[in-house]
Structure formats: structure tokens, C-alpha cells
């Protein structure tokens, strides 16, 4: 059953795509999403729109996928594991696609420990796999996880993520091909920065016949400074940040640091755009929006295709 997705027209006619990111805002300022998605309009083919990401409160990702649809721009609802039971997911489900959104990203979601709300009571009623398989369900079978009839069924293209870079890395391809059984149409990764590893992980999709089953789009976050390469290194989980690139951006002076970062973001696009088994790029510009009609320039990734 075909959604109405922008993005799946662009992946199915083999353009490589580009997408981007928003994070809501901590209030309910709707100003600060259509300033945010300005930058974002024309570059991009789809804005991830993230749901409390690190475990801190923020405006819901379906609110703020609203406002952003409302702005000419194909949001990419995402949905956490840790917030909802199976009845709210469902329900959600059901509301966005009502509202004409037509892409979800199934994710766990960050502990709550790292959050804001560390002793918030964490739900995980269903983990990352089974969200794909009941979302799949919905569309392809019109019925809810409990076996009944969906009067219109939510023809959603559906999203999953993948870290190429957590250990053991054996698992991480197995993993990836349980996402894809259950019905994800579309991966994005962590953002990279470990190229050796990627083209390992992408070698091995390839060879087990995995990206010609979903369209794997690669995920790139520049840099801005050595402090933010340095946390990136130490701080966040699932990161893999080799130490060259943590040379590379002490290498210039503190001013041109992200300069430095921006020219490693546009090397490693340039790469993944001849990378066999690489559909596109997820571009994670975090809080750094503004920067994104230059980024897209450089990469030369413009003009985004009309479909």
C-alpha cells in the first residue's frame, strides 16, 4: 500500500536524497519552528522531527510535524518506545496520518536517566522492532495489534534507525535485517564519523542482499567546534568518533573550527553519494539550521527535486 510520501517518491526513482532536522522547542512557541524550518524549505527533502530526543521534555513531535507541514515541508514524525503504551502509539498513529503527515521514524528513545525527568517511570511496552511490525500492520493489513479493523488505515512510509558503530558489531547488521522482516522502508544512521566502520557495515548490507530491501540514508552532523568533537568522542553513547577527525579540527585555529567541520560534512557526503547501497543523506545540523542552505550549496546536493 503506497503512501503519499514525498520521500518515497524521491527513493523509489533513485534520486539520492537529502533530508534534514528540527528539534521543537522547549515551550510552545510555534515562532521559533517556522524560523527553524525557513532554513530548512528548498534544501531538503523531508525534516526529521524529533520526539523529546535525550530524554528531555520538548513540544511533541506531532504538534511541532504540524506546524512544519503547514510550512510547505514533509515532516518525518518520529516515535519513541519510552513514552507510550501501545494504545497511545496506536492512537497517535492514527492522528498524524489524519493530519496528513506520511512518514514515522520507530525509535526506543534515550533512557530517561539521561534526561530531564530521571526518575520518570519508563513504558517500553513494545521495543523499536515490534512499533515497525504494528505500524506495518496498521497499513498493510488495516488492523490494530489486537486483530481488529482500522476503518482507513495510516499508509505511512516507515522509518527505522541503525548505528553501524555499537558494539558488538557483529550484531549490528542482524539487527538491522530484523528492522527491515519487520517492515521498515527507509534507515537512517547514527551520525557518522567513523568512515572505515561505514564502509565495512554498508560492504556487509550489500553482500547479504539487506539495501535492496530499504533505502539506507547515512547520517552526517558537522562539526562546530573541538568542544563539540571532543563530547561527541567521550560523552555520547553509541558515538564512534576517531581520533583524526578530533585531529583534524585542532588543527585549525579556534575560528575556523567549524569552517573545518562543515568541509569533513561535505568530504563525507560527496563519498556516500557513490557509495553502493547508500540511497541518500540524513543531515543532522543540530541547532545549527541556519547553516543548512550552505551546507546543501556545498554538497551540491541542489536543487531538491519536485515529484
Known amino acids: ?32 519552528i517556522r524560523e527553524k524550518a525557513a532554513y530548512l524549505k528548498g534544501n531538503v527533502d523531508m525534516v526529521n522531527i524529533t520526539d523529546n530526543q535525550t530524554a528531555v521534555v520538548r513540544m511533541s513531535s506531532w504538534a511541532a510535524s504540524i506546524i512544519v507541514l503547514q510550512q510547505g ?62 505500524v506495518k500492520q496498521m497499513r498493510d493489513e488495516g488492523k490494530f495489534l489486537s486483530g481488529d479493523e482500522i476503518d482507513t488505515p495510516p499508509k505511512l512510509f516507515i522509518g527505522a534507525a541503525a548505528n553501524p558503530f555499537a558494539d558488538p558489531f557483529e550484531w549490528r547488521i542482524q539487527r538491522l535485517a530484523k528492522k527491515i522482516e519487520a517492515g521498515a ?25 539487506l539495501t535492496e530491501k530499504v533505502y539506507i540514508l547515512a547520517g552526517v552532523t558537522p562539526m562546530k567546534s573541538l568542544g563539540m568533537a571532543k563530547y561527541m ?50 543531515l543532522m545540523a543540530i541547532e545549527w539550521e541556519h547553516k543548512v542552505p550552505e551546507l546543501a550549496e556545498r554538497a551540491k546536493v541542489l536543487p531538491r527535486p519536485q515529484v
Not at 510520501?5 to 522547542?25: C, Y
Not at 514533509?74 to 519513541?80: F, G, K, S
Not at 522502508?185 to 542482499?209: L, P, S
Request: glycine share 8%.
Open 1 to 32: 500500500m503506497k503512501s503519499e510520501s514525498k520521500l518515497e517518491k524521491i527513493l523509489t526513482q533513485g534520486i539520492f536524497a537529502f533530508t534534514g532536522e528540527l528539534g521543537p522547542p522547549r515551550g510552545s512557541n510555534v515562532e521559533t
Open 73 to 134: 515541508i514533509e515532516p518525518n514524525y518520529q516515535m519513541v518506545c519510552r513514552d507510550r503504551n501501545r494504545l497511545a502509539m496506536q492512537s497517535d498513529i492514527l492522528g498524524v496520518y489524519a493530519h496528513g503527515i506520511s512518514n514515522i521514524l520507530c525509535l526506543s528513545g534515550d533512557h530517561q536517566q539521561f534526561g530531564d525527568h530521571p526518575n520518570a517511570k519508563g513504558v517500553f511496552d513494545i521495543d523499536s522492532i515490534q512499533l515497525i511490525s504494528m
Open 185 to 209: 522502508d527507509f534507515i537512517q544512521t547514527q551520525c557518522v564519523y567513523n568512515m572505515n566502520k561505514m564502509r565495512e557495515w554498508i560492504k556487509i548490507a550489500n553482500e547479504e542482499g
Open 233 to 282: 568522542q567521550s560523552k555520547v553513547p553509541g558515538m564512534d568518533v576517531p581520533d583524526e577527525i578530533i585531529k583534524r579540527i585542532e588543527g585549525v585555529e579556534r575560528k575556523k573550527q567549524a569552517e573545518e567541520g562543515i568541509k569533513v560534512a561535505c568530504e563525507q557526503i560527496e563519498e556516500f553519494k557513490q557509495m553502493k547501497g547508500v540511497a541518500g543523506v540524513h
